[in-house]
């Protein structure tokens, strides 16, 4: 099992930039691929960039790249998206999550069983 909670989010103005925060429990999450999805109102929630458990491959939306770096430190069995040059459509509930499987490259949220409670992250124009 893997509990995950993500912080750092809030208001910031078009430009900017947040570091988003997810702190996990449990021994396995060092063996499992994680992401960060986004939920927008009304809209799906999408995965913005996924890193392999390793650390040594990520993956990328295309309204992101250039802009978003997701890591990952396994010893603090943390995860991180640090988000710059921030825009409005930025504006979403972004949510941490990791993969069922160990040892599992996946980009489908569905292949995602564990997630966090969900972070606001508003960029003002």
């Known amino acids: 099992q893997v509990q995950l909670v993500e912080s750092g989010g809030g208001l910031v103005q078009a430009g900017g930039s947040l570091r988003l925060s997810c702190a996990a429990s449990?021994?396995?999450?060092?063996?499992?691929?994680m992401g960060w999805f986004r939920q927008a109102p009304g809209k799906e929630r999408d995965l913005v960039a996924a890193i392999i458990w390793s650390g040594g491959y990520t993956y990328y939306a295309d309204s992101v790249k250039g802009r978003f770096t997701i890591s990952r430190d396994n010893a603090k069995n943390t995860g991180y998206l640090q988000m710059n040059s921030l825009k409005p459509e930025d504006t979403a509930i972004y949510y941490c999550?990791?993969?069922?499987?160990?040892?599992?490259?996946?980009?489908?949220?569905?292949?995602?069983?564990?997630w966090g409670q969900g972070t606001q992250v508003t960029v003002s124009s």
């Open positions: 999550a990791a993969v069922k499987y160990d040892r599992t490259w996946s980009v489908r949220s569905a292949e995602y069983d564990y």
């Open positions: 449990g021994r396995t999450f060092s063996t499992k691929t």
